[in-house]
């Protein structure tokens, strides 16, 4: 099973259908999220938490499987957290995340991804990453756009701060990188491939996924390409001759490579092996 630190795709599908349920699990995705939030009407919500229960007990699949719950303070969540906790999971995904929020969770017996899509959230994104019960973080930008008037350009600027921040954050917290916000449109393949470039470039490494066509360009662009592993061999051989050589430094391809481009080399390694264990 794909464990949640190398977790590319998170495929959201709603709580109460049991068919998408069942077929998301089969779906590529490194994690499947059952939703109890938004996706999930009112009075749909305890026949969900049911067979969402049901289809997770008679599931055998590889992919990690999270249930997102409503938020604190809401009037489901009480139920919802009692639900979850009968539940072998991957994770608890908590929307509107905040120190407060996560303090009220309490453990809920999985680990804890806690969505920033709010102000208040994005601000206290680094008190929300050192709970001890949160192991990622991950960007919720309509929320937040509607909180904050902002509106959605082509070439992401508008949440170019929000996903620093919580790459920051959650470094500095010393958890697992976040993911990124979902892509709304479920056909663009080509756009979807573009802001997964994008966020990767920014220091994220997943995405939400609200579509099982999604899976496979997310878990591809956030996987390293063969020719960054084939580079990042290099540079490791190169370094471990000149180490041997006395040498602190070594030039590649025209290239430094000294111990910062080294360490950034192993992390490639480290990713590619990941993500070759999660597909």
Known sequence: MTELASARSLLFVPGNDEHKLEKA?????DAVVADLEDAVPAPEKPAAREIVAAVLADA??????????????TPF???????????????????KSSPDSVAALGDPGAPVIAIAETALGVKRAYETAS?????????GAVDLGLELGIEPRTDGQEVLFARSQLVL????????APFDQVYLATRDEEGLESECRLARSLGLRGKGCIHPAQVEVVNRVFSPRADEVERARRVLEAYEQAAEEGRGAVRLDGEMVDLPV???????????????HGN
């Open 169 to 176: 954050d959650s470094a500095a917290a010393g958890i697992r």
């Open 25 to 29: 699990l089969g779906a590529g995705a």
């Open 77 to 95: 969540w009480e139920d919802d957290v009692r639900a979850v906790a009968g539940l072998e999971l991957g994770a608890v995904m908590l929307p």
């Open 262 to 276: 080294v360490e950034r080399a192993k992390q490639i390694l480290a990713e590619a092996e990941r993500s070759a």
């Open 60 to 73: 055998e699949t590889p992919s990690l499987v999270a249930v997102r719950i409503n938020g604190v303070g």
């Open 131 to 139: 709970s001890p019960h949160v192991a990622a973080l991950m960007l």
